[in-house]
């Protein structure tokens, strides 16, 4: 069981990245897929969420409007669009056995319900 997470890299404001989380070893039909963001110093914030079983998202108020979260397969993906210096971190994605439990909004509160846990992509927005 292992998620794999790539994409991030070095953009100036107002600039665009992708992020993947790929799964392999399970299927993600019954887990709630989040995207965490970890800054030095700060706690890790959970930035956005989907829910496997009806494609529901959830969304931070500091990047609603300029991230979309989306899942192909295997593969949960993280649109960053009109990035922001703020936006700098490193970005983890995580996964949370709910089905259809809990809503979107709930998984991303509960950081301990996610089991499995990407090792981490830098995203450094900077002029």
């Known amino acids: ?26 299927t993600l039909d019954r887990y709630a897929i989040g995207w965490f963001r970890q800054v030095p110093g700060k706690e890790r914030e959970g930035i956005s969420c989907i829910r496997s079983s009806d494609g529901t998202t959830y969304y931070a108020d500091s990047v609603k409007g300029r991230f979309t979260i989306s899942r192909d397969n295997e593969t949960v993906y993280l649109e960053m669009n009109s990035l922001k210096p703020e936006d700098t971190g490193v970005y983890y994605c995580a996964t949370a056995l709910v089905g259809s439990s809990l809503s979107a909004a709930q998984a991303m509160g509960v950081m301990s319900l996610y089991e499995y846990w990407g090792q981490g992509t830098q ?5």
Do not use: D, H
């Open 1 to 26: 069981v292992q998620l794999q997470a790539s994409g991030g890299g070095s953009v100036q404001p107002g600039g665009s990245l992708r992020l993947s989380c790929a799964a392999s070893g399970f």
């Open 123 to 127: 995203v450094t927005v900077s002029s």
